[in-house]
């Protein structure tokens, strides 16, 4: 099993920056592509970012230029940088990643439990 859990989420002003991280722990063999997800009140859940296990990433329109995906392998985390933050990014952000147990041979998909950010106008 693979557990997903996020970080650094807190209250923004307008033009501010936050930095998420989501570490992976449990019986990992490998860990695949990773992504932040965000959810505000009353819409669904939309991709905000990606990253593969190569570094290639890939940013939704609404984000581009603002926000950058990371990932250190060596310690299995992801991160989020969100700059110049905008009220329309409130939401919670859930990280989600396709990783292998060891012992298997399969990548399932884990979430985690996602994390708050508000960002004030």
């Known amino acids: 099993q693979v557990q997903l859990v996020e970080s650094g989420g807190g209250l923004v002003q307008t033009g501010g920056s936050l930095r998420l991280a989501c570490a992976a722990s449990?019986?990992?063999?490998?860990?695949?592509?990773m992504y932040w997800y965000r959810q505000a009140p009353g819409k669904q859940r939309e991709l905000v970012a990606a990253?593969?296990?190569?570094?290639?990433?890939n940013y939704a329109d609404s984000v581009k230029g603002r926000f950058a995906i990371s990932r250190d392998n060596a310690k299995n985390t992801v991160y989020l940088q969100m700059n110049s933050v905008k009220p329309e990014d409130t939401a919670v952000y859930y990280c989600?990643?396709?990783?292998?147990?060891?012992?298997?041979?399969?990548?399932?998909?884990?979430w985690g439990q996602g994390t708050q950010v508000t960002v004030s106008s």
């Open positions: 449990g019986s990992i063999f490998s860990i695949g592509a």
């Open positions: 990253i593969t296990s190569g570094g290639s990433t």
């Open positions: 989600n990643a396709f990783a292998r147990s060891s012992g298997t041979s399969s990548y399932i998909s884990y």
